[in-house]
């Protein structure tokens, strides 16, 4: 089993920067890609970013490109997603998915075996 724990949501103004963690544990080593999704009210979860474990190469949503950034930390046991510029449509739960596949450029959640319980973003004024 691999265990995901996302954190880090809250409120942000129109405009701001947030960044949201996911915490990877258990059975690490099987493992292949983490990827960021998000799921706003009546709207279907869609992808954002995902990152491979081996090399770290990313792969980003054409419409999150420029204001999104994926990244590792902490010797690979987390997985960070930094959001700029955010807007109101941006408010979602966010949720971070473990892959066993290799393929880097997974954008289905069908391809993704474990979930977190997602965070919270909300963007208001």
């Known amino acids: 089993q691999v265990q995901l724990v996302e954190s880090g949501g809250g409120l942000v103004q129109p405009g701001g920067s947030l960044t949201v963690s996911c915490a990877v544990s258990?059975?690490?080593?099987?493992?292949?890609?983490v990827g960021w999704f998000r799921q706003a009210p009546g709207k279907e979860r869609e992808f954002i970013a995902s990152?491979?474990?081996?090399?770290?190469?990313?792969n980003y949503a054409n419409s999150m490109k420029g204001r999104f950034t994926i990244s590792q930390a902490h010797a690979k046991t987390a997985v960070l997603l930094q959001m700029n510029d955010l807007k109101p449509e941006d408010t979602a739960i966010y949720y971070c998915?473990?892959?066993?596949?290799?393929?880097?450029?997974?954008?289905?959640?069908?391809?993704?075996?474990?979930w977190g319980q997602g965070t919270q973003v909300t963007v208001s004024s």
């Open positions: 990152i491979r474990w081996s090399d770290s190469r990313t």
């Open positions: 998915a473990a892959s066993l596949s290799w393929e880097s450029t997974q954008e289905s959640l069908r391809n993704y075996t474990y």
């Open positions: 258990g059975r690490t080593y099987t493992t292949n890609v």
